[in-house]
Nanobody
Framework: QVQVVESGGGLVQAGGSLRLSCAAS????????MGWFRQAPGKEREFVGS????????YYADSVKGRFTISRDGAKNMVFLQMNSLKPEDTAVYYC??????????????????WGQGTQVTVSS
């Protein structure tokens, strides 16, 4: 069992930056692949990026590649999403997730084991 809790959302102007944090707990946290999804109003939840259990591999949606960076701190059981050059279309609720499924297979799926409650990110133009 893994519990995940996101934090760090807020309001930012276009071109600005935000860093989201995800605190994970559970005995087998280090064995889980982690990642981020987002859901904008009226749209389906979409994949943002994922990171392998070791932190050595990361994967990103094309829409955020080059602007967003995922990292994890195993010692602190934390996963981070650094978001730079934010655009109004990045406005959404961002969710942290954890799963045994390899991080390379997260794109296109929302059927993951553990989810956080979400944190709102709003980018103004």
């Amino acid at each position: 069992q893994v519990q995940v809790v996101e934090s760090g959302g807020g309001l930012v102007q276009a071109g600005g930056s935000l860093r989201l944090s995800c605190a994970a707990s559970g005995r087998t946290y280090s064995s889980y692949h982690m990642g981020w999804f987002r859901q904008a109003p009226g749209k389906e939840r979409e994949f943002v990026g994922s990171i392998s259990w070791s932190g050595g591999r990361t994967y990103y949606a094309d829409s955020v590649k080059g602007r967003f960076t995922i990292s994890r701190d195993g010692a602190k059981n934390m996963v981070f999403l650094q978001m730079n050059s934010l655009k109004p279309e990045d406005t959404a609720v961002y969710y942290c997730a954890a799963d045994f499924r390899d991080a390379s297979r997260w794109y296109g799926t929302g059927d993951l084991d553990y989810w956080g409650q979400g944190t709102q990110v709003t980018v103004s133009s």
